[in-house]
Nanobody, 121 residues
Framework: QVQLVESGGGWVQPGGSLRLSCAAS????????MGWYRQVPGKQRELVAL???????NYADSVKGRFTISRDNAKNTMYLQMDSLEPEDTAVYYC???????????????WGQGTQVTVSS
């Protein structure tokens, strides 16, 4: 069974930094893409950053130049370095992976449980 486990959320003052991690485990054959999404109460979940198997990345306009997504393929782990954080970045951040599992053999989207990021003074 595939699991995604996030870590690294917390509270930080405006202008500060946090680093999120997402570790994928289980019977994984390959990972096509991994991404970070965020959601605030009453709003739809939105894409923050995406990294595909070849290493190409994509960012939401609101985080470009401040957030950096990266991936350690050997560890099936993804990171989100968040710098110059703003109160508007406050949300629950979710890890997503589109991957192929061995048992059962299928390609599907998987989600982590979410981690709270709070930016306030």
């Amino acid at each position: 069974q595939v699991q995604l486990v996030e870590s690294g959320g917390g509270w930080v003052q405006p202008g500060g930094s946090l680093r999120l991690s997402c570790a994928a485990s289980g019977s994984i054959f390959s990972i096509d893409a991994m991404g970070w999404y965020r959601q605030v109460p009453g709003k739809q979940r939105e894409l923050v950053a995406l990294i595909i198997a070849g290493g190409n990345t994509n960012y939401a306009d609101s985080v470009k130049g401040r957030f950096t997504i990266s991936r350690d393929n050997a560890k099936n782990t993804m990171y989100l370095q968040m710098d110059s954080l703003e109160p508007e970045d406050t949300a629950v951040y979710y890890c997503n992976a589109r991957l192929t599992s061995r048992r059962p053999w299928r390609t599907d989207d998987y989600w982590g449980q979410g981690t709270q990021v709070t930016v306030s003074s």
